[in-house]
């Protein structure tokens, strides 16, 4: 995981969830009302580090929900 980071862009979300960039935009757009809004900071969208954990549960239930 992350050193000592306070907060993870769309590439540190991408490398912890092993996601391409397309299947975490995707995420981003469909999941929207479940996960943490980004704070905007010089025009990138940064979570705070804490909002992992509902990332990998948002992303475990996208795969279950590919499946299907």
Sequence with gaps: MMGAKSR????DL???LH???SQ???VLRDWAREL???????????WPIEALETFR???Q???????R
């Design 8 to 11: 993870l862009s769309t590439g």
């Design 14 to 16: 991408q490398r912890e």
């Design 19 to 21: 996601l391409s960039r």
């Design 24 to 26: 975490l935009e995707r």
């Design 36 to 46: 943490p809004v980004p704070e905007v900071v010089a025009g990138s969208r940064l």
């Design 57 to 59: 549960s948002v992303v």
């Design 61 to 67: 239930r996208d795969q279950e929900d590919l499946v």
